[in-house]
């Protein structure tokens, strides 16, 4: 059973266009972070959010984390192909607890 | 400033050996977590080693086993190895003074034939 439940699996689209990627739980999490992950490489953390609302801007990224503190958005403005990629949000119980992870949305932006 | 190494890169075993995977933590982080990354799937937390002891463990079974040494340095050891240990094991280091944000290491890919 997966704790964080991620949609679309799968996300392909044009250049210029705007997206959303949804993180959903049934668990309430302490914090919630959002990475990014390319072939080869390890996840790179875009942004923490930890309060139920929050929402953080990153350039054209969006975050946005939920009033119960359960789930979270990510909304990219005017894709570009270099936003390609593996997003992966994630969510602690405490600050040093394990981060447990969705299953990732595969986002390809075509020129 | 070196990020978070691990060694090797890529590594190819068969069913039932064992394996060593080797983590170098960011410089001034003390912590070391790692992961399990299946194809398609996002990473999962098999354990996490703080002052040398295993802090946290996740859901892996006692095949897998680790290490940290004094210098922070971390091992993951798997025994009998299984075809479905066949993924990218992901290092991941932090600092118990302060935020725990935790930064990865590029991985190490097992495959198991």
């Known amino acids: 059973t997966q704790l964080l439940e991620q949609s679309p699996q799968f996300l392909s689209i044009q250049e210029g266009e705007n997206l959303t990627v949804y993180c959903n739980s049934s668990s309430v999490f302490s914090s919630l972070q959002w990475y990014r992950q390319e072939p080869g490489e390890g996840p790179v953390l875009l942004v923490t959010v930890v309060t139920g609302g929050e929402v953080k801007k990153l350039k054209r990224l969006t975050f946005q984390f939920g009033d119960a503190r359960k789930d979270s958005s990510l909304h990219i403005t005017a894709a570009q192909p270099g936003d390609t990629g593996l997003y992966l949000c994630?969510?602690?119980?405490?600050?040093?607890?394990?981060?447990?992870f969705g299953s990732g949305t595969r986002l390809s932006i075509r020129p | 400033d070196a990020g978070v190494t691990q060694s090797p890169t890529h590594l190819i075993k068969t069913r039932g050996q064992q394996v060593t995977l080797r983590c170098s933590p960011k410089s001034g982080h003390d912590t070391v977590s790692w992961y399990q990354q299946a194809l398609g799937q996002g990473p999962q937390f098999i354990f996490q080693y703080y002052e040398e002891e295993e802090r946290q463990r996740g859901n892996f079974p006692d095949r897998f086993s680790g290490h940290q040494f004094p210098n922070y340095s971390s091992e993951l050891n798997v025994n009998a190895l299984l075809l479905g240990d066949s993924a990218l094991y992901l290092c991941a280091s932090s600092s118990s003074r302060g935020g725990n944000e935790q930064f990865f290491g590029p991985g190490t890919r097992l495959t198991v034939l």
């Open positions: 994630a969510g602690t119980y405490s600050s040093a607890s394990k981060i447990i």
